[in-house]
C-alpha cells in the first residue's frame, strides 16, 4: 500500500517582490486637498443652534421644564415606542427627528440598532440616519466616508 504523504512545499520570495512601507512620505506635501461643495455652514450653525435653543429642557433634564406641553408630548412619544420595544436612546433620537410618525420610528429605531452594532458613534449613526432618510445601506456609506 503506497503512502499519500505529501511533502512540505517551501516558498521563497524573492526581495524584488516584498512590499515594504516606503517610510519617505516627505514628496506627498504638494498634494492637493479635496474642497467641500459646502464651504459655509452658517445655516447648518444656526439651525442646530435654533434645535438647541428651543429643545434645550429636552437636552438637559436639570434645566427644568420650560415648556411642558413640549415635553409631555415628546416624553409620551418616547414611552409609546419604547413599549412598543425600541430602545429608549433610540426611541429619543427617532422621535426628535420624525414626531409621532410610527413607521417611521420604528424604521430608524431598528437601523440605528444595526448601525450602533456595527461600531459607529451615536453621532454618525443618527446624522447619517436621518440625512439618508433611514436608509441603511447609504447610511453605512455616510458613517465609512466620514472616518
Not at 498634494?31 to 467641500?36: E, F, K, Y
Not at 455652514?41 to 436639570?62: A, F, N, R
Not at 417611521?104 to 450602533?116: I, N, P, W
Request: net charge negative; with cysteine; aromatic share 8%.
Amino acid at each position: 500500500m503506497q503512502s499519500n504523504i505529501v511533502p512540505p512545499v517551501n516558498v521563497n520570495i524573492s526581495p524584488a517582490f516584498r512590499l515594504t512601507p516606503s517610510g519617505n512620505l516627505s514628496g506627498y506635501s504638494d498634494v492637493p486637498q479635496t474642497v467641500l461643495p459646502f464651504e459655509d455652514l452658517e445655516l447648518e450653525q444656526k439651525v442646530i443652534g435654533d434645535l438647541k435653543t428651543t429643545y434645550e429642557d429636552c437636552l438637559d433634564p436639570s434645566a427644568g421644564m420650560k415648556s411642558p406641553a413640549l415635553n409631555d408630548e415628546w416624553h409620551s412619544a418616547v414611552t409609546k415606542f419604547t413599549n412598543m420595544g425600541c430602545d429608549k436612546e433610540a426611541a429619543s433620537f427617532a422621535v426628535a427627528a420624525y414626531g409621532d410618525q410610527e413607521e417611521k420610528v420604528l424604521e430608524f429605531a431598528k437601523e440605528y440598532s444595526s448601525l450602533k452594532d456595527m461600531g459607529f458613534s451615536t453621532e454618525k449613526a443618527v446624522g447619517a440616519l436621518v440625512m439618508h432618510d433611514n436608509k441603511l445601506d447609504l447610511a453605512v456609506a455616510a458613517c465609512c466616508i466620514s472616518d
